[in-house]
């Protein structure tokens, strides 16, 4: 449905993006991971056709970017950053004003206006003025202006910035629920919500896609030691290089609370019963035993940090990150 | 509705919801009535004068009295009242971030510009269609040619239609309001005091190109009551110029 070949955008001499290639088939929810100036909104914006790319072909349903720019704006749903509202129209007028941009026009509108309006709950404010909504409000009807036509392909620019967490639940639902009739593309700065939202997930950074694959791929794939997160009652200060002595222990960091610890073991190793008997026969009082998975946010962080090692990467920092997310 | 005309009924909401319209509406037509006084009551003081001088009823021309200056008078009215009209039409797009939903919604640019500019432009034949009002309180008291005034009227349209077009290419090249309506202001006086670098070269043929340039002679003319096709087609070229020049300018915001 999207299909986006090396493209580059350069703004005189800084490269915003860099030979960026990849597709979105249809039916299918993608998720765009980078931090802040990575490159997401730029090539949101090629899609959309609000500007050209320096180099490179995208083309969406099959229209070129560059060369049919009215048919690709035809196929596409897209919510910028900004809520792209008028605060002078109501809800209900504002929807109409961009059904007629789009075409829609007679019955085929009001229905359409009922749909999305109910989609995103808002038929209690629907004669309601937008400048006097609410963020959370103003984004679910940028939301509802982008899929008031039904369009196959959505493009949803951070969807989920301003709402509150039940909102922010109902939006992922809704954007689940567009999975194989639509194809989306998303971006955001949430990792869980690409997790919970999106079959596969490109992370851009400094403008370069430095990853593309499904969420659990991709932290299988980053992954480079089994890690084990103990929190021991007493711990004598022997106790760090006993766990260390344990045949399979890689390296053991001290967590931030006293007696925890985080040991990182050789891959493919499931070392919690040594562990356990270790600490028991010491007699440290072993409170809590689990292995701590690698989270989408380490493997962001990972990527967007270090993306030039990507076959050694500093152990400390990804570790942890690690370490206060399982405490949290 | 096509789009053109949902973006003129857009504009139109948005000028009445704030308060632009109905304060340049007030102080435009304030002012107008105010000119319309003093003309008036020049006039009179004229033709007492006169009756003193040659005894009698003296016979006072209206149309030169009163409508001419009337009409020569709101070219600098308008020079300042129009650009805060539109100011707004596309910094404030830009400002608000609504610009770039209008820019990929499936619609071509001049659909933009054009129907920005209409809904501008209804808004100033609204007004300037109050102001009839004054020849037609005047009609009960005297006596006088409607010919010129309507003329007058044409040329006030063609005038405000280009100033108008003027201050949409302000309003596109900035996302400041303020600096739109201050570019559209220098902009204006700066094609009025061409006329002025026209005359100081005198009747010669690049003294007359030069005052083609400018406004004036051709708005002088009409409020004069002539109407001359050359005049016709300055303010329509005039203003297919800006409105090119606009679209140019949208246009070339995505390429930067």
């Not at chain 1, 891959?267 to 270790?278: H, K, Q, S, T, Y």
Request: glycine share 8%; proline share 4%.
């Amino acid at each position: 449905m999207i299909d986006v070949h090396n493209i580059t955008k350069r703004y005189g001499h800084h490269t915003a993006i860099d030979r960026v290639t990849f597709s979105v088939a249809k039916g299918e929810v993608l998720a765009f991971l980078g931090p802040n100036g990575a490159g997401k909104t730029t090539t949101m914006r090629i899609l959309t056709c609000f500007m050209p790319a320096t180099e490179g072909t995208a083309r969406v349903a099959g229209f070129d970017c560059a060369d049919q720019p009215l048919e690709v704006k035809r196929q596409i749903g897209y919510l910028p950053e900004t809520p792209p509202v008028y605060q002078e129209l109501t809800v209900a007028e504002y929807l109409t004003f961009v059904g007629r941009l789009r075409g829609i026009t007679g019955p085929k509108l009001s229905s359409a206006l009922d749909q999305s309006i109910g989609r995103l709950e808002l038929g209690s404010v629907r004669h309601r003025l937008i400048g006097n909504l609410s963020r959370g409000y103003r984004q679910r009807v940028g939301l509802a202006q982008a899929l008031l036509h039904d369009p196959p392909v959505l493009i949803l620019d951070e969807p989920t910035v301003g709402l509150d967490p039940k909102q922010i639940i109902e939006i992922r639902e809704l954007i689940k629920s567009l999975a194989g009739s639509h194809s989306v593309i998303l971006s955001t700065h949430i990792l869980p919500e690409a997790t919970a939202v999106c079959q596969r997930v490109v992370i851009i950074n400094k403008g370069r896609i430095v990853a593309e694959d499904t969420p659990e791929q991709l932290s299988a794939r980053l992954r480079q030691s089994e890690k084990v997160s103990i929190t021991l009652k007493a711990c004598p200060a022997d106790c760090e290089m006993k766990l260390r002595a344990i045949a399979g222990v890689l390296n053991v960091f001290p967590g931030q609370a006293g007696g925890s610890f985080l040991l990182e073991c050789e891959l493919g190793r499931d070392l919690r019963d040594e562990i356990a008997r270790v600490a028991v026969l010491s007699q440290w009082g072993l409170l809590e035993l689990r292995t701590v998975s690698m989270t989408l946010e380490d493997v962001f962080l990972q990527l967007t940090r270090h993306e030039d090692h990507l076959s050694e990467p500093p152990e400390a920092a990804v570790s942890m990150v690690s370490a206060e997310k399982t405490e949290a | 509705m096509t789009p053109v005309q949902a973006i003129i009924a857009k504009e139109l909401r948005g000028y009445f919801v704030s308060p632009i319209v109905y304060v340049v509406g007030a102080v435009f037509l304030f002012i107008f009535g105010l000119l319309s006084y003093l003309y008036v009551g020049f006039a009179g003081a004229q033709a007492i004068q006169l009756m003193q001088m040659q005894g009698g009823m003296a016979q006072i021309n209206l149309n030169d009295l009163v409508f001419r200056n009337l009409f020569a008078s709101m070219r600098i009215v308008l020079v300042i009242i129009l650009p805060i009209l539109t100011m707004r039409l596309f910094a404030e797009e830009r400002k608000l971030r609504t610009f770039e939903f209008l820019m990929t919604s499936p619609i071509r640019i001049h659909e933009i510009v054009v129907g920005k500019f209409v809904s501008v432009f209804v808004i100033y034949l609204g007004l300037v269609g109050l102001t009839v009002l004054v020849p037609t309180v005047l009609m009960l008291f005297s006596d006088f040619d409607w010919n010129p005034i309507w003329t007058g009227y044409l040329g006030m349209v063609l005038l405000g239609a280009l100033f108008l077009s003027v201050g949409l290419l302000a309003s596109a090249l900035t996302e400041n309001q303020i600096v739109a309506a201050f570019v559209s202001f220098g902009l204006l006086l700066t094609i009025w005091l061409i006329a002025g670098l026209g005359s100081l070269f005198g009747d010669t043929t690049a003294g007359r190109v030069i005052s083609y340039v400018s406004y004036m002679e051709h708005y002088d003319r009409l409020v004069r009551g002539l109407i001359d096709t050359s005049d016709l087609l300055y303010f329509g070229s005039g203003l297919v110029l800006m409105l090119f020049l606009t679209h140019r300018v949208v246009e070339s915001t995505r390429w930067k």
